[in-house]
């Protein structure tokens, strides 16, 4: 059969016989899916490659994965069932930057790293950022991704303007448009992003750009306990909007630093805040340092980086946290409480963890309560894991919190979904899947069963 499979889909477009690359993504190994090797992997160069793909699959009901940049970290495009792969890697054209409506088309396998080049050559931005700047478009609104920057410019949904995405029977949709309002009927476009491969194939999208923002300055306020730097954060944002507000424990701090040889300006005190904000120039830093320092919760000191080089090496750091831990933890659990309930989250989870010997490496963004735990491997981990996830969880629940902040559902967080939606809700999200995938073919066994 996948011969069969093999050669007809020859006739239609590109085929990698090298599936090994197309079965795994960024997911900790503990608790990511385990691949089903028998794949076809598939690289589309236009949507009507694409179309015909889907077609012959919808027909001989053939699961079908989309996949972008293997990126993510919740098992979201590992096949789990004999499947078609396909990767958008050649669908990677910026198709036209338009500085008159600032907005930018382009296909869903451009990258973070192009889009954010296209949009400065044009003297404009995109703000949102991930993290991992090999993420593809198609795969940030896949999974409505959000990163450090969500706190003052918000997440993916924000600047999705416009999709064209191929249903499942094999139907081109083209959605939305160059406006800013649009209240035509219900919102699909919306409905997609967001649903993780389970409903449709993004193959093009319009994206919203903004004007270069002021210049951006780093400041790490170091703390002497977690309490202090996380009710910190609330007493800032009442007075200023950084572009980001990252909590991070030092204990973190050394994985980042192994990975990348370089070194992080203090390591005073148990957490750190690390503050983005804009100014116009050093003056109006100033102010906003001294303002920041005066309203924090017995800072130690802060420290300002100097230079772009200074301040990239900072950022540089930090987003290879997760790089330098990725072989010692359990998995990255990715809750979003209420930013108040920040310090009443972490301090019941640390008695949990305290209570079953688990140590853990804790960072986040909480400037928008999205906090990243990392269990890391000890004698018995499983057992201890599986009791600290379900505490977690069931204080997560208590606190008015979600599962997933940004991450996604995918396969890691499937089974967790019953305890945070209602039956009913439950009910519509598996009669939306059915309604565009009558045959089950999109990303089975992810998000929601049907």
């Known amino acids: 059969m996948l011969r069969e499979i093999t050669n007809h889909l020859k006739s239609i477009t590109h085929i990698d016989e090298n599936v090994e690359a197309y079965l795994y993504d960024e997911t900790p190994k503990n608790v990511a899916p385990k691949p089903n090797k028998n794949v076809v992997v598939v690289k589309p160069s236009s949507v009507e490659e694409t179309s015909k793909i889907v077609k012959f699959a919808n027909k001989n009901k053939i699961p079908i994965i989309v996949r972008g ?20 890697e050649k669908l990677n ?65 924000n600047y999705v303007l416009g999709l064209e995405v191929v249903l499942p029977n094999g139907e081109v949709l083209k959605l939305g448009g160059k406006v800013i309002k649009n ?49 910190s954060v609330s007493k800032i944002l009442r007075i200023v909007t950084p572009l980001a507000i990252e909590y991070i424990e030092v204990e973190a701090i050394k994985y980042g630093e192994r990975i990348t040889g370089k070194r992080w300006v203090s390591k005073d005190g148990k957490a750190h805040l690390m503050l983005t904000v804009e100014a116009k120039d050093e003056d109006e830093l100033i102010e906003i340092a001294e303002e920041i320092e005066r309203i924090c919760k017995n800072p130690l000191n802060i420290f300002v980086a100097s230079s772009v080089r200074e301040q990239r090496d900072l950022l540089e750091i930090r987003s290879m946290f997760y790089e330098g831990l990725k072989n010692e933890v359990v998995d990255i ?39 990243h735990q990392h269990p890391l491997k000890c004698e018995g981990w499983e057992e201890k894991y599986a009791k600290f996830k379900k505490e977690a969880f069931k204080i997560v629940k208590e ?11 995918g396969f890691v967080k499937r089974k967790d979904l019953v305890e945070f939606l209602s039956p009913h809700e439950l009910e519509l999200m598996r009669g939306i899947k059915k309604l565009f995938d009558p045959n089950g073919i999109m990303n089975p066994g992810k998000v929601i069963s049907r």
């Open 399 to 409: 606190l008015g919190g979600f599962i997933t902040g940004e991450h996604g559902v």
């Open 333 to 371: 659990m990715d809750v979003s409480v209420p930013i108040a309930k920040i310090p009443e989250y972490l301090q019941r989870c640390n008695e949990v963890a305290k209570s079953l010997g688990l140590e853990i490496i804790t960072y986040g963004h909480a400037g928008d309560g999205n906090v």
């Open 69 to 88: 940049g293997g990126t993510g970290l919740s098992g979201g495009v590992v096949p789990i069932k004999p499947s078609i792969v396909i990767s958008m």
């Open 183 to 231: 209240v035509t009927g219900y919102n699909l476009m919306h409905l997609i992003i967001g649903s993780e491969g389970t409903l449709c194939i993004i193959t093009k999208a319009i994206i919203r750009l903004l004007p270069k923002p002021k210049r951006n300055y780093t400041l790490i306020i170091p703390f002497e306990s977690v309490d202090d730097a996380i009710e």
């Open 93 to 157: 054209k910026i198709l036209e930057v338009d500085t008159e409506n600032l907005t930018i088309t382009c296909e869903a396998g451009v990258t973070l790293k192009q889009l954010i080049e296209a949009a400065e050559k044009a003297g404009l931005s995109f703000p949102p950022h991930p993290g991992d700047e090999s993420a593809t478009v198609g795969g940030m609104i896949s999974t409505n991704a959000g990163g450090v920057r969500a706190v003052k410019y918000g997440v993916m949904r």
